[in-house]
């Protein structure tokens, strides 16, 4: 009997690192629906907001007095704190859609509600006055935001606006100097399983790349320093005919579970291997608005018995060897784009993080739960890392705040259509892209 040739090929070993779950905030545990109204939610944003900019007023326009809407007097200079509502002609209106006068107009709907005669009205309790002036530009601002104003009222009882203070960038926790080595943590969203866009074998070579099990000695390496795996949000995609509400035939039903379970067999893979948190998106089985709740994980029988396997909010935070990750599935940005306009999603991306609110536009014309005594979507701590997934190209932003913050945006596009993830290194926040293409060329 031929004795057996053992392998002797190097065996690598995956670097470790330190995981914090921080999506407590998130969570929708104790809260209590009692038909209460979306007021309150605004009302706790303007209360944390107002305190912030009262702090930084006096650094910024020392010799100004800060006023309530109702106490402005004509031609006198103050500041004004409150919470911005930009009047939209071409914003779609519920009750429109039942109006008789409509019917004859086209169903086509635009990308984009923006109009030149848009304007922005600031409130707070007291009352609302109709800004002037160029330092406000409609064309950037969108409802729910934050703002202090310096400015005086006119004779027509407009607000006239001279220059404006956003809250910045929040306070950032340290980033530690003692990473030696590189670690990357992996960023993908809209695997779209299940629709006609997704290719199955696309995917199967990211977690073959991923599990160490492609490539040659040096890409296996690269492999070793994975030490997490995000997926923010449109995951599985189903059959539209197969979820219109009415009770689906036994054949019916296995097809709508089997983007799901091809899911949870790429996700064991990763998971029998390296840590791995699943966020909700659109199109994906969870509840509507945001913050969007854990998939269940009766979906996952084969990856949720895995310690490293995680089924996380939308928005999501976390932290990896003290490196501050946030991010959500898109949704927040894809809203801003429809109601505000800028060169590049990642302006988007920055303007959320200066506003120091995640979702300005919930609950305006963005789903979220009416939350009474808090807004979790404040940004209180800086992050490191700030991605938003399902958009429709890469893209990457180094971003620096006034007390030396440093951000990294990244907007992750459509795995689906572009076979693109992004690793991004621990060390020195550095990233490169992860391309993988079934295409013979």
Same mark, same amino acid.
């Given at each position: 009997?031929?004795?057996?040739?053992?392998?002797?090929?190097?065996?690598?070993?995956?670097?470790?690192?330190?995981?914090?779950?921080?999506?407590?905030?998130?969570?929708?545990?104790?809260?209590?629906?009692?038909?209460?109204?979306?007021?309150?939610?605004?009302?706790?944003?303007?209360?944390?907001?107002?305190?912030?900019?009262?702090?930084?007023?006096?650094?910024?326009?020392?010799?100004?007095?800060?006023?309530?809407?109702?106490?402005?007097?004509?031609?006198?200079?103050?500041?004004?704190?409150?919470?911005?509502?930009?009047?939209?002609?071409?914003?779609?209106?519920?009750?429109?859609?039942?109006?008789?006068?409509?019917?004859?107009?086209?169903?086509?709907?635009?990308?984009?509600?923006?109009?030149?005669?848009?304007?922005?009205?600031?409130?707070?309790?007291?009352?609302?006055?109709?800004?002037?002036?160029?330092?406000?530009?409609?064309?950037?601002?969108?409802?729910?935001?934050?703002?202090? @104003?310096?400015?005086?009222?006119?004779?027509?009882?407009?607000?006239?606006?001279?220059?404006?203070?956003?809250?910045?960038?929040?306070?950032?926790?340290?980033?530690?100097?003692?990473?030696?080595?590189?670690?990357?943590?992996?960023?993908?969203?809209?695997?779209?399983?299940?629709?006609?866009?997704?290719?199955?074998?696309?995917?199967? @070579?990211?977690?073959?790349?991923?599990?160490?099990?492609?490539?040659?000695?040096?890409?296996?390496?690269?492999?070793?320093?994975?030490?997490?795996?995000?997926?923010?949000?449109?995951?599985?995609?189903?059959?539209?005919? @197969?979820?219109?509400?009415?009770?689906?035939?036994?054949?019916?039903?296995?097809?709508?579970?089997?983007?799901?379970?091809?899911?949870?067999?790429?996700?064991?893979?990763?998971? +029998?291997?390296?840590?791995?948190?699943?966020?909700?998106?659109?199109?994906?089985?969870?509840?509507?608005?945001?913050?969007?709740?854990?998939?269940?994980?009766?979906?996952?029988?084969?990856?949720?018995?895995?310690?490293?396997?995680?089924?996380?909010?939308?928005?999501?935070?976390?932290?990896?060897?003290?490196?501050?990750?946030?991010?959500?599935?898109?949704?927040?940005?894809?809203?801003?784009?429809?109601?505000?306009?800028?060169?590049?999603?990642?302006?988007?991306?920055?303007?959320?993080?200066?506003?120091?609110?995640?979702?300005?536009?919930?609950?305006?014309?963005?789903?979220?739960?009416?939350?009474?005594?808090?807004?979790?979507?404040?940004?209180?701590?800086?992050?490191?890392?700030?991605?938003?997934?399902?958009?429709?190209?890469?893209?990457?932003?180094?971003?620096?705040?006034?007390?030396?913050?440093?951000?990294?945006?990244?907007?992750?596009?459509?795995?689906?259509?572009?076979?693109? +993830?992004?690793?991004?290194?621990?060390?020195?926040?550095?990233?490169?892209?992860?391309?993988?293409?079934?295409?013979?060329?």
């Amino acid at each position: 009997m031929e004795s057996m040739e053992i392998d002797s090929e190097k065996v690598h070993e995956r670097k470790q690192s330190e995981y914090n779950y921080l999506d407590e905030r998130f969570e929708i545990q104790k809260e209590m629906y009692r038909g209460q109204q979306y007021s309150q939610i605004y009302f706790a944003r303007l209360h944390l907001m107002r305190t912030l900019l009262y702090s930084l007023a006096p650094t910024w326009k020392p010799h100004l007095p800060v006023c309530k809407v109702l106490g402005l007097e004509e031609g006198k200079e103050c500041i004004i704190v409150g919470t911005l509502f930009k009047h939209m002609k071409l914003k779609p209106c519920v009750l429109d859609e039942y109006s008789k006068e409509r019917s004859v107009t086209p169903l086509v709907k635009p990308h984009n509600f923006m109009h030149p005669d848009d304007n922005l009205i600031l409130e707070d309790e007291s009352g609302r006055v109709k800004l002037g002036g160029s330092a406000l530009s409609p064309a950037i601002y969108v409802t729910g935001v934050v703002v202090a @104003l310096h400015g005086k009222e006119t004779s027509a009882g407009e607000f006239f606006v001279e220059d404006v203070l956003e809250a910045g960038l929040p306070p950032q926790i340290e980033r530690p100097i003692d990473l030696q080595e590189d670690k990357y943590v992996v960023l993908l969203s809209g695997l779209c399983i299940g629709s006609k866009s997704a290719n199955p074998l696309q995917f199967q @070579l990211l977690v073959d790349h991923i599990t160490g099990h492609l490539g040659d000695e040096e890409e296996q390496g690269l492999a070793a320093q994975i030490v997490h795996v995000v997926i923010a949000g449109n995951s599985v995609e189903f059959p539209r005919k @197969l979820i219109n509400g009415q009770n689906l035939a036994s054949k019916d039903q296995s097809t709508l579970y089997e983007p799901i379970r091809e899911l949870d067999i790429m996700l064991n893979q990763i998971a +029998a291997g390296v840590s791995v948190d699943i966020m909700p998106g659109l199109n994906d089985p969870a509840n509507f608005a945001l913050p969007q709740q854990p998939l269940n994980r009766c979906l996952f029988p084969g990856s949720a018995p895995y310690n490293t396997f995680r089924s996380c909010t939308n928005p999501h935070s976390f932290d990896v060897d003290n490196i501050r990750f946030l991010g959500t599935s898109g949704q927040n940005i894809d809203d801003l784009d429809k109601y505000s306009e800028a060169k590049s999603k990642l302006d988007f991306v920055e303007r959320t993080l200066r506003w120091r609110h995640l979702a300005p536009t919930a609950p305006n014309t963005l789903g979220c739960y009416p939350f009474t005594d808090r807004d979790p979507f404040l940004i209180e701590t800086c992050p490191h890392v700030y991605f938003v997934g399902n958009q429709d190209k890469y893209d990457n932003r180094l971003v620096k705040g006034s007390e030396g913050q440093l951000v990294r945006l990244i907007c992750i596009p459509k795995f689906c259509e572009t076979g693109i +993830a992004v690793a991004v290194n621990l060390k020195n926040l550095e990233y490169h892209t992860l391309s993988f293409s079934t295409q013979i060329s």
